[in-house]
Every structure is written in structure tokens, then in C-alpha cells.
């Protein structure tokens, strides 16, 4: 058992991650890529597909999944952050409607990858469902589902449900209807990120761990053992990009963090219900959301307080008493019968959130240098066809992939200290609220709708 720090996935990861060894001195290889979470090594892996000559070095300050792929929801979610009509914006809305489509299949993606490569993580194509709580909640849904099948998406996609069928999945309270999201699947990220390098290492990928990178640069990552010196540079830094130098407003660390509770008698799994596993949320304005796991547990989770003064990233913070007691709340809301049991796991982590809430990809030929990320909490299943992409750049592979408008998109930097500080605090303060009066009246909190765009640069 770990009440606190350690997440469920990698206490539980058996065996348990390898240790790795750090570098040795300078080195010389055609791809360097910084982090070993998901975009690092997807990029890898489908680098050692499409060219196995190449000369592939992953590395990481920690270990293989330390950050957010090792510790979120294991949500293998095909949707992004950003609406389709953001990327738009910058193409056309065909354009962006294909991201759309790209992404509900790479959660397929995901699938075959697990089980070409044979990894053991409970891979689940159960959908999600998002309930609707109160009647706010209710008609955004309806308008959202609406909006979706005029878009030309269909009920495998976007299905409205009643409040009977709804609460035919899943045994929750105050349940008047929700919406089923079919290109979705729950997983074991742990199981999946440790799976995930060692297919990597068997197509002849080098993964270092225990090594800092300091500087990220054209052709050179300098690191506390040396210097790396690469035809091409990946950054896949997430949250943590914000400890290379420069580069500290680029993404910000918002935290999440999740509880897991004991494996459930059989008499309270078939209350909870889920039996299909999809993963599931409601639609309040404070993000919460849940998978019923293979064990069956529930693993739930929420961002309470998102963001320290100055970008700290602090250990001590992930297990804040405080915000983890909000989300046990927000559990015990949705299912009371289970108040007796027993909290086994408490932890948390950081998530990458560009200004604009935009993930995107981008390579600069010409430099050698390339990023992807800026997920909000939604890299899972997009960061299997963000590394596929990069990929295709790197190597020149003409794609349909490399053509979807989230190529090249940029966003300007955070605001300096205290005012980002002020901004994300109050407007979870102002969301926190918007929830509240929904609860209490039913009726939709405008202002919420009005800080959440100003939050994403809408």
C-alpha cells in the first residue's frame, strides 16, 4: 500500500521498472529525445519502425514514466484540448475536422500497438461516458451532441443518453443524463509507458535515465554528464519543460491529482456498474474523471488547487491533504456507498498547458529541432500520433499525419509572475463557483464560460 506519492500504476507495476543506466560522457546519434513519457517514446518507436538505421537516444531526468505517463487517469482518450474550431483557424475546417478523425483513430492505434508488441496494460475499448448532474450540465450536453452529428459525427462517436440509460452504465447519483464518447479506452499507463520501452529498446533504441538535460538546443542537448550531439532534437518535456533554461512560461505545470481506493467486493461493483470499463467524468467546470480498473478498484481524480507560485514543480505539493479530500469528496458525491472503503493510494503530478490550450507538433527542418505536447491532461492516446507524426517530419515521410493542421502551431509565452499566478488561481476559484451556483440553481454560470476562454487565449 502507498497512501501518499507513489500512484497505483507504478506501485503496482509488476515486474517493476529496470533500471536504466545514465549517460557517460559526450555522445553522437542521428535522434536525441528528451523525456521517456509517451511522446518521447512513441517518437522512438515508430523512428525504429519507419528507419531502423537510425541512431535513436532517449533520456530522462528520472526514469522511464516518472511524469505525467506514469501517474494520470489512463484515460486513452481520442479527443484534444483545443476544439476543432481553433484549428481551423489556422486551415480550414475540413482540415480540422480530419485532426478530429486522426485522433479517434489513434486510440485504434494505440490497440494494435499493444498488441503487436504483446503489452500486458488492460487495454480496454470501453468508450466514456460523461454524466450530466445537474440541468446545466444537461443542456450543454444536449447542444454539444447536437452540434456534433450537424458536424457529420454519429452516435458511434457522440451519443446522447437519457437518464435511464445512462445510469444503466454507471451507478451514480443526481444522474439525469450524459453523453457516450465511443473512441475511448481505459488502460494501465504504467503498464502501458513500461511496455512501450522495452519495444522500443527491442528495435535498438538506447533509453538513459538519472540524466539531466539543462539546455536544449539546434543539433546539441547539454546534459550533467556531457553533451549530446544529435542531426535532430526532440523536446518532450510536458510539465516539466519549465527546468530548461529559457524556457520557464512556455508550458505551464498545472497539477492533477487522483486517489484509488481498495479493490471492491463484488456486491459494490455491481453499484458502481462500469462493467464495460469506460472511463467516466460528469461535465462540471472543475475537471473530475474515473476509470474502473482491472483489479476493480476505482482510480478517480481532479485538479483541486492547479499551480504553484512561479512554475514550482514541489514533490511535497502531490499529496496535499487538502485537495486530495476534495476529490474523495467528488468520489463519495457520485457513488456514497462507498464511503467505508478504504483510500489505498494518494498521489499527483503536473500536466504541460500551452497559453493558448492548444497541443501541438512542430519540426523545424532546417535547425534539426522538434517539440510536441502541450496536452492538458490529454496526451494518452494524442501522444501516440504526436510521436507518429514527428516521426514522419523527422524522416520525411509523406503522410496524410504530418499535414493535419496541428503542425506548426504556436503560442506565445505565460505572463510573468505574479500575474499568471493570479490568473489560473482565480479562475479555478471563479470555476469552483460557477459550480456551485449550477448545483444549487441549475442554470448555466456564464462567467465560467467567460474566464475559461480568457484562460485559453480564446
Not at 506519492?5 to 503496482?12: A, C
Not at 525504429?48 to 537516444?57: F, H, R
Not at 532546417?366 to 496536452?375: L, V
Not at 476559484?429 to 448545483?439: F, H, P
Amino acid at each position: 500500500m502507498a497512501i501518499g506519492g507513489r500512484s497505483l500504476w507504478l506501485d503496482e507495476l509488476d515486474p517493476p521498472l529496470p533500471s536504466r543506466p545514465a549517460q557517460q560522457g559526450d555522445l553522437h546519434v542521428d535522434v536525441a529525445i528528451v523525456g521517456a513519457g509517451f511522446t518521447g517514446l512513441w517518437t522512438a518507436y515508430y523512428l525504429a519502425q519507419i528507419d531502423p538505421s537510425l541512431t535513436v537516444l532517449v533520456l530522462d531526468k528520472h526514469h522511464v514514466g516518472f511524469g505525467a505517463s506514469g501517474r494520470n487517469g489512463g484515460w486513452v482518450v481520442g479527443e484534444l484540448a483545443a476544439s476543432w474550431s481553433k484549428y481551423a483557424k489556422h486551415s480550414t475546417k475540413p482540415d480540422a475536422l480530419s485532426l478530429v478523425r486522426e485522433v479517434f483513430d489513434c486510440v485504434d492505434e494505440v490497440g494494435r500497438v499493444v498488441s503487436a508488441e504483446a503489452i500486458d496494460c488492460g487495454f480496454t475499448k470501453g468508450g466514456t461516458i460523461r454524466l450530466a448532474r445537474n440541468e446545466a450540465q444537461h443542456r450543454r450536453q444536449m447542444e454539444e451532441v447536437a452540434e456534433q452529428h450537424r458536424l457529420g459525427f454519429t452516435n458511434d462517436e457522440f451519443e446522447l443518453l437519457d437518464r435511464e440509460a445512462a445510469q444503466a452504465i454507471v451507478g451514480a447519483t443526481k444522474v439525469l443524463g450524459g453523453v457516450k464518447f465511443g473512441p475511448s479506452a481505459a488502460v494501465d499507463p504504467a503498464r502501458l509507458v513500461a511496455g512501450l520501452a522495452r519495444a522500443c529498446e527491442a528495435a535498438g533504441v538506447v533509453i538513459l535515465e538519472r540524466t539531466t538535460a539543462e539546455s536544449v538546443a539546434p543539433r546539441v542537448v547539454e546534459t550533467d554528464r556531457g553533451s549530446i550531439r544529435a542531426s535532430v532534437v526532440v523536446q518532450a518535456t510536458e510539465g516539466y519543460t519549465r527546468d530548461l533554461q529559457g524556457q520557464r512560461r512556455r508550458l505551464l505545470p498545472l497539477y492533477s491529482r487522483m486517489i484509488a481506493t481498495e479493490p471492491l467486493s463484488a456486491d459494490l461493483l455491481d453499484q458502481v456498474g462500469l462493467v464495460e470499463r469506460p472511463t467516466f467524468a460528469d461535465d462540471r467546470h472543475m475537471v473530475i474523471y474515473g476509470q474502473r480498473t482491472e483489479d476493480g478498484r476505482l482510480a478517480f481524480g481532479g485538479r483541486g488547487v492547479p499551480y504553484l507560485f512561479g512554475s514550482k514543480i514541489d514533490p511535497a505539493g502531490e499529496v496535499q491533504a487538502d485537495s486530495h479530500e476534495l476529490i474523495h469528496e467528488a468520489l463519495l458525491d457520485l457513488f456514497p456507498f462507498l464511503a467505508d472503503v478504504e483510500i489505498t493510494h494518494r498521489w499527483g503530478g503536473v500536466m504541460g498547458v500551452p497559453r493558448n490550450w492548444t497541443p501541438a507538433v512542430r519540426y523545424d527542418r532546417a535547425t534539426g529541432m522538434a517539440t510536441a505536447g502541450g496536452y492538458v491532461g490529454e496526451g494518452v492516446a494524442a501522444a501516440n500520433l504526436a510521436g507518429h507524426t514527428l516521426a514522419e517530419l523527422v524522416t520525411g515521410t509523406d503522410s496524410e499525419r504530418t499535414k493535419l493542421p496541428w503542425v506548426g502551431v504556436t503560442s506565445r509565452s505565460w505572463e510573468f509572475e505574479p500575474l499568471r499566478w493570479m490568473g489560473v488561481r482565480g479562475g479555478a476559484r471563479v470555476m469552483a463557483k460557477a459550480d456551485q451556483i449550477e448545483n444549487r440553481r441549475g442554470r448555466d454560470a456564464k462567467v465560467a464560460t467567460r474566464v475559461s476562454r480568457w484562460l485559453r487565449g480564446s
